[in-house]
């Protein structure tokens, strides 16, 4: 289940036993894997997926740089929200402004860039003008 509201994308996701530490807190690495999925299905919500832009274009989206904040820990059994909101456009990157609630608290936040390579060489390429079109029209 999915929804898009004016403040972005908002996926759920549920915290398992194994994301946790010993302490039954979100291990912190752990986040960066709910932002993932996170920005895959905003992705798939715009009607791409990752692996027919790989096969049809030779290009690849890669994490750049993450800068997080963790501000309150997620436990075993959470149920959480993972928000996906497409800032700064460029040609061949998106930079996304995430955050994970559990009700209204928000637990971390961050600022993802992501950016197209070509898939020989993994050098950046140009975001294609498809995808690149609709990206505009969500920033």
Request: a neutral charge; glycine letters at 6%; hydrophobic letters at 45%.
């Amino acid at each position: 289940m999915t929804r898009t509201v004016e403040t972005g994308f908002f996926w759920p996701v549920r915290v398992y036993y194994e994301d946790t530490d010993a302490g039954g807190v979100v291990y912190y690495a752990n986040y960066l894997k709910f932002f993932e999925r996170a920005r895959t299905e905003r992705l798939r919500a715009l009607g791409f997926e990752q692996d027919a832009i790989r096969s049809d274009f030779g290009l690849v989206f890669a994490v750049r740089s993450v800068q997080a904040d963790y501000l309150k820990p997620a436990r075993f059994n959470d149920a959480l929200e993972v928000t996906a909101a497409m800032k700064d456009l460029r040609r061949a990157s998106v930079t996304f402004d995430q955050a994970i609630h559990r009700g209204g608290e928000i637990l971390c936040t961050a600022q993802v860039r992501i950016v197209c390579l070509s898939v020989d060489g993994f050098r950046p390429a140009a975001i294609p003008d498809h995808l690149l079109e609709r990206i505009k029209h969500v920033v």
